[in-house]
């Protein structure tokens, strides 16, 4: 099931994404009655996605991200794959939604893209063991860990690098019925392929991370975890179309913008 959060005519809400782009008419939203981290409801009320403007699918308290997941991206960064995972925050201002400009960093001469699958928790959680992982994810997105790499080589923490306004386009939905295991990933840049993985090339899968992650914290409804971004990451510019296609999800594309 494909759940979007949208805006039409001023209001928001949840709709399941009925349908496909080779449609006649295209994908329909069908209205859901409350939200998706509840028992809902399908309203039956139904409206063309054309006609609406597509949200970040979520609106996370946190966004908590994992470097160096993948061995091949590790190695082109310039060092290896670390004992245990590398977790950091993206702030919930980061966040921006499908079709959403990134602004680029008026502090940074180098913004790269970092095409990633992001979790969505599903239920409030903390010490999931792995066997459990998959009763607290509502499902799976596309996201684009946008850096300021000259930012983060330069400082040792990352907060600025990564956790700048409109650094974690995330959408353009949720698909909830997928196995994470081993889907591709890509990257375009202007229609250029730019990176092209598998999720089965993780060095620590989805349940390894968040058994992790919640060691340590609370996850809340809505919370978003990055996974890592396979090899290729590069440079972006003002002007630039970037979009992350994974599959069995869907496509999120941005673009790069002067930042006013």
Not at 108 to 133: D, F, K, N, T, Y
Request: hydrophobic fraction near 40%.
């Amino acid at each position: 099931m494909r759940i979007a959060r949208f805006s039409i005519d001023g209001n928001v809400a949840f709709g399941v994404v009925e349908g496909e782009p080779s449609d006649p008419d295209g994908p329909v939203l069908d209205i859901i009655k409350g939200h998706p981290f509840a028992e809902f409801e399908r309203s039956g009320k139904k409206v063309p996605l054309a006609q609406v403007r597509l949200l970040p699918p979520v609106l996370p308290s946190k966004v908590v991200a994992i470097g160096r997941n993948y061995a091949e991206h590790a190695a082109e960064m310039g060092g290896g794959v670390p004992e245990v995972p590398v977790a950091f925050f993206k702030p919930s201002t980061a966040v921006t939604g499908p079709g959403d400009p990134i602004p680029y960093p008026s502090f940074s001469q180098e913004l790269h893209h970092e095409a990633e699958l992001a979790v969505v928790i599903g239920r409030m959680c903390r010490e999931v063991p792995r066997e459990r992982v998959q009763d607290v994810i509502l499902g799976y997105t596309c996201a684009n860990d946008v850096t300021a790499r000259d930012v983060q080589r330069a400082e040792s923490q990352w907060a600025r690098a990564k956790g700048f306004d409109g650094s974690c386009p995330i959408g353009p939905w949720v698909e909830t019925e997928l196995d994470p295991a081993d889907l591709g990933i890509m990257c375009t840049v202007n229609g250029e392929q730019r990176q092209l993985g598998r999720t089965g090339d993780m060095v620590r899968p989805v349940a390894d991370l968040i058994t992790h992650i919640t060691e340590a914290m609370t996850l809340l409804p809505g919370d978003v975890v990055l996974t890592g971004t396979p090899a290729g990451v590069g440079p972006l510019s003002v002007g630039d179309e970037v979009a992350v296609t994974i599959e069995g999800i869907g496509t999120l594309t941005n673009k790069v913008i002067k930042r006013g």
